[in-house]
């Protein structure tokens, strides 16, 4: 499955607007951390190595950084072992957490979530806070099978957005965290692109 995805900064009243009609699927608190090496190889190619709840995951970009990202992100998300390590070029000799260190891959962010999701028609909601940086964002994603469905479920949450007066793109938890703990990562992954203004 592929995910679109955008995250948006809610002013006040806004995530009670939104939830006019959505249905609660859960909430659920978790860790993630992140994983790159001293030169951001991964980060700056928006690769996203983590493990949640000590469990690896990795998404991967489906569209180019810069101009054409402008709308929403959009990843495939591996959870398998063998597929994570295949698409890193790792070789898994004992375990793809050994893997990960033989090639210095190392945690640069450690983020604990409070996750309120929801579930709005076809759209997805997440309302995530980061205690620990006293941050809140909320993403509106759209799960699509095919890369040829990607453009209409960019217009479906843009158009969602829209109608529920949401204006003010937002980034993500790690981009909050790399701006507040780490300007060096943070200009990088800003020169690659990765992040948009």
Excluded: C
């Amino acid at each position: 499955m592929i995910e679109i995805e955008k995250n948006f900064d809610l002013n006040p009243g806004d995530k009670e607007a939104l939830l006019v009609g959505a249905t609660l699927i859960r909430r659920k608190s978790f860790t993630d951390i992140y994983y790159d090496n001293a030169s951001y190889n991964l980060t700056s190619r928006d690769f996203w190595l983590r493990t949640r709840d000590g469990r690896f995951e990795l998404k991967v970009p489906l569209n180019e950084t810069g101009a054409d990202r402008q709308t929403t992100d959009q990843y495939r998300e591996l959870e398998i072992d063998q597929e994570i390590a295949d698409e890193l070029d790792l070789e898994i000799k004992t375990d793809l957490a050994a893997a990960v260190v033989e090639a210095n891959y190392k945690p640069f962010a450690t983020i604990t979530t409070k996750r309120e999701s929801w579930q709005k028609g076809i759209f997805h909601l997440d309302f995530d806070e980061v205690s620990d940086m006293n941050y809140t964002t909320m993403e509106v994603e759209i799960m699509v099978a095919d890369e040829k469905q990607i453009s209409e479920a960019e217009k479906l949450i843009l158009d969602f957005a829209k109608q529920h007066n949401i204006f003010n793109p937002g980034h993500g938890k790690v981009i909050e965290y790399l701006l507040k703990n780490n300007p060096d990562h943070h200009r990088v992954l800003k020169v690659s692109g990765v992040i948009r203004d």
